[in-house]
């Protein structure tokens, strides 16, 4: 009856080390598997620690906030080509015919002339309002400009 107990127990115990063996080559695959895909995802192993210790809620928190960034990206992206877009039509476009140097001289022309034209209005105002006023009438409008 001994050497049965003593059989039945080293087949237990050649059974418990089988069972240890594969716990061990399960534990090192999975380990192999998590590192894979912590890489894979650029997450380190202290990330996921410190995510896991957060909780799931935690989690689903950050992934809503992180969906949302997502979301704002694609937006932003969409309007950056959009305006690229609309940029080259520009360019090709929209563009003058001129040189910046004509356009420049073009407005320098346009300047001098609204110069003249309003020395030439001032003048003429000038003397428009010395020939309507009489001597009495400009000692009534200085009063009342210095009011």
Known sequence: MAEQIA???SSNALAARKNA?????????AEALLTEKLLA??????????????????????QVRLDALREAVAAARATL???????KEHEATDRPTQTREEIATAITEIEAQHRKASEAYVE????????EMTP???????FSTRC
């Open 81 to 87: 080509l959009e305006r690229q877009q609309s940029a």
């Open 41 to 62: 995802n650029n997450i380190s192993r202290s990330q996921a620690e410190f995510a896991i210790t957060k909780g799931e809620a935690w989690v689903v928190a950050e």
């Open 124 to 131: 003429a105002s000038s003397v428009l309002l010395h020939e």
């Open 136 to 142: 009495g009438t400009f000692s009534l409008f200085r």
């Open 7 to 9: 059989t039945g127990m």
């Open 21 to 29: 063996e594969a716990a061990r080559v399960d534990h090192e695959s």
